[in-house]
DNA sequence: CCTAACTGTGTCCATCGGAAGCAGTTCTAT
DNA sequence: ATAGAACTGCTTCCGATGGACACAGTTAGG
């Protein structure tokens, strides 16, 4: 698991060839060829073949500008992502989180194969990061710890990639593809070995239809301001580590 | 995109041949083979050669017994998961989830692996479901609805998830692919485009190590608790649904 | 018995990621 | 101006992968 050259694609300020033909390619056009194919067919469509020829060069020629395709996955997978949102809207520290989670979730939802290129050890993007700015911003003075703010932050995250897996439905057609609807597929015919898993399927069959995002936010975030109250977003509480700039 | 082996290899009570030589293999020795080399080398390792051989057979032999390899890594994902505790503890509602969240984490710390195994559109398998009965089986009569009884435990479980990915370390030996040594390395040369990252970064450097798990459930927890109340966790609180067992 | 059902295996194939070396092109140093 | 260094895109080649298919041996039920 070698990291580094996805750490240097992804952040190298490239010095830039001063000899040789002009590259015919850059990494932006060749990560978007391969987003428009993981979009479209998944991300097991997209190998080194496939996006050359949609690009209209052999795949070799792919090697001069990405040294591997995990590294290419990286790249495609953070410029995916889109920057954050520049306004975070004028309520209070809540609302901003809210506002910042309910922003991750439609390039999750346009690019579900984002899910499966972020698991495991890999290198945060530039993209990425400036996500990761823009919450701590938000909790910058709430009177929370460095590591607590980061674990506010995967809280937050981590639901909405929850709630994009479930939402992840196969767009070709078959809608029997999402994960609610395996489940209650199996349970169906054995609900009484899971009866809790019955009646809640049983019930929620119903009810409303996707709340389960803003559920999980309020969850999250009532629980948040139960620690550290209603604060100020502007300024920080009395007791605060002074260590933060 | 096809599930319906994954169904029928994970919950098919398969009818047992009566004829023809006896079977020398089983799912579960098959899976607990596949299993072992994706603790030791990670998930790419395992491959239907390398699982074959381990066993000493013949890659297609697997084939007898095993549809393709999809199905094969979901039998192992179930398998790797094992089955929820059986006793959750004498606490209260919230003191049993949250005993219920920190026994999922131990699975996917011996078997990092699952993680990648268990994204994207895939089949629900005995264990996974008797997980989630065990935390529904909790939440019942708390007066959440069907669905608001499943978006916690995706909350939860998603929480465990996001911190086991955290954790995920290189067991060879560098530990400087862990997530959190990653972003400090990248923050560390380019922290003026990510003021709140640094902060962040350089406090919890100094504070404690592993609070994130204990501090997201709590976070969850307090949420729930501010939306259910303290109500008995065995008696429905009035104005519950009736129509739920 | 003998045939249907089932086993494990050997062979074959398309595709994958990637290494190495090639000829052509362009810039820089002389 | 010119030689060579640097760079491009390409061709060729390789090992490994998941899987289709047909085959011979083995077992049990009629």
Redo the contacts between chains.
């Keep these: 698991?070698d990291?580094t050259g996805s750490?240097e694609l992804l952040?190298g300020d490239r010095p830039g060839p001063r000899r040789g033909p002009k590259p015919a390619l850059t990494h932006e056009l060749i990560a978007r060829t391969g987003i428009a194919i993981a979009d479209a067919e998944?991300l097991a469509a997209v190998s080194m073949q496939r996006v050359a020829a949609d690009l209209g060069f052999t795949k070799m020629s792919l090697y001069r500008y990405v040294p591997g395709k995990s590294e290419l996955v990286a790249l495609m997978a953070d410029l995916a992502m889109g920057t954050p949102p520049a306004d975070l809207g004028e309520g209070d520290r809540f609302a901003r989180l809210r506002a910042w989670a309910l922003g991750l979730l439609p390039g999750f939802v346009r690019h579900?194969w984002v899910?499966?290129a972020t698991?495991?050890?890999?290198?945060?993007g530039p993209n990425e990061?400036?996500w990761?700015?823009a919450a701590?911003?938000v909790?910058?003075g709430a009177g929370l710890?460095?590591?607590?703010?980061?674990?506010?932050l995967?809280?937050l995250?981590?639901?909405v990639?929850?709630?994009a897996?479930?939402a992840?439905?196969?767009p070709g057609g078959d809608a029997g593809?999402?994960?609610?609807a395996?489940?209650a597929?199996?349970?169906r015919e054995?609900g009484d070995?899971?009866?809790?898993?019955r009646?809640?399927?049983?019930?929620?069959?119903g009810?409303?239809e996707d709340?389960?995002l803003g559920?999980?936010l309020?969850?999250?975030?009532?629980?948040?301001r139960?620690?550290i109250g209603d604060a100020s977003p502007t300024r920080a509480r009395p007791g605060a580590?002074p260590?933060?700039?």
Tied chains: 1, 2.
């Design positions: 698991m990291l750490l952040w998944g579900p899910l499966e698991t495991g050890p890999r290198v945060i990061l400036a990761m700015e701590l911003a909790l910058d710890g460095g590591a607590e703010r980061m674990d506010v995967a809280v995250a981590g639901h990639r929850n709630i897996q479930q992840a439905t196969a593809t999402q994960f609610g395996i489940v597929e199996v349970v054995r070995r899971y009866p809790a898993v009646a809640a399927l049983a019930e929620a069959a009810g409303g709340e389960a559920f999980g309020d969850l999250i975030l009532d629980g948040l139960a620690r580590d260590t933060q700039s």
